[in-house]
């Protein structure tokens, strides 16, 4: 059992939790995943991990309610436990691998759509704690909705709040705020999008236009998280990739966003599924290749 030591609400319908979990928290690193289950019975859950301490032996998740499982998830309190919690999984964020150095000469963008925030922060973290400062874009659609503001403030180069109604920060989309930074003489070696996959589809539109390189995290279209159900399929550089095996995070200007967008309408029904195996055949999983509900 994996005990919740802090529980809160940060926002309507967006949660967060520490959880006690020494070994993750021991080989974790920015960019994993974990997956959780609230009793025997209960649904497996990817996410992505928050904020990690290591001394502590705690690992942070933030989960916004889309079903079932997500709400019995949020009535959990402090001292309440998880029955899982797995990880970590997937591949770190690839610059936690680079030389220290050569990153310290790299001018970094990172763009957080709503729930996404809560991914972006971990790797924004690791960067300020070698010495490294990240513009960041914090995007929500009202300033109600926004996450972790103050956290990311403390830890970004600079720091950029944006709303779609312009109750908060700057006016507008993400995407309208790369677009004036650069425009106002901001030059960037690389960018990471991580959101909802309509904003992410988006960012990587600007900013191919705009010449700066992109990873996006795909963790939002993840479901069993080992690759065995294939709902995470995506085409990448006109390869078929598994996010939860293979990412999540990927080259955004090679990702096929309106296949992915398009092909997780259809997976979300029994009968879409069996479509899907239908016209995918073996690639159809990333794992397996016999879940139950596919039969």
Not at 181 to 187: D, I, M, P, T, Y
Not at 217 to 240: F, H, K, Q, Y
Request: hydrophobic share 40%; proline share 3%.
């Amino acid at each position: 059992m994996y005990k919740i030591l802090r529980a809160e609400e940060l926002t309507a319908n967006i949660f967060l939790m520490e959880v006690e979990a020494k070994r993750v928290a021991d080989a974790c690193m920015p960019g994993q995943f974990v997956i959780v289950r609230k009793d025997e019975e209960g649904e497996r859950i990817p996410l992505t991990i928050c904020d990690y301490n290591r001394e502590k032996g705690t690992v942070t998740i933030v989960f916004q309610i889309v079903g079932g499982s997500t709400q019995m998830m949020s009535e959990l309190k402090a001292g309440d436990s998880f029955h899982d919690f797995v990880g970590p999984l997937g591949c770190p964020s690839e610059f936690v691998e680079e030389d220290i150095e050569e990153l310290k000469n790299k001018k970094m963008l990172f763009v957080a759509g709503g729930v996404g925030t809560a991914p972006v922060y971990p790797q924004v973290k690791w960067l300020h704690e070698n010495g490294i400062d990240a513009d960041v874009i914090v995007g929500a659609k009202t300033k109600d909705l926004l996450i972790l503001e103050e956290e990311m403030k403390a830890v970004a180069g600079n720091l950029y709040i944006t709303t779609d109604d312009g109750s908060y920060g700057r006016s507008g989309m993400v995407t309208q705020t790369i677009k004036d930074l650069v425009e106002e003489g901001k030059k960037y070696d690389v960018c990471v999008a991580i959101g909802p996959m309509i904003m992410m589809k988006f960012v990587c539109l600007q900013t191919k236009e705009l010449g700066i390189p992109t990873i996006v995290s795909l963790n939002p279209i993840m479901v069993d998280g080992t690759g065995m159900c294939g709902a995470c399929r995506v085409t990448v550089g006109g390869e078929v990739k598994f996010a939860c095996v293979d990412g999540p995070e990927f080259d955004g200007h090679k990702v096929d966003f309106d296949e992915a967008m398009k092909r997780q309408q259809i997976y979300k029904t029994a009968e879409g599924r069996a479509f899907l195996k239908a016209k995918e055949g073996d690639t159809h999983h990333g794992g397996c290749g016999n879940c139950s509900d596919d039969k």
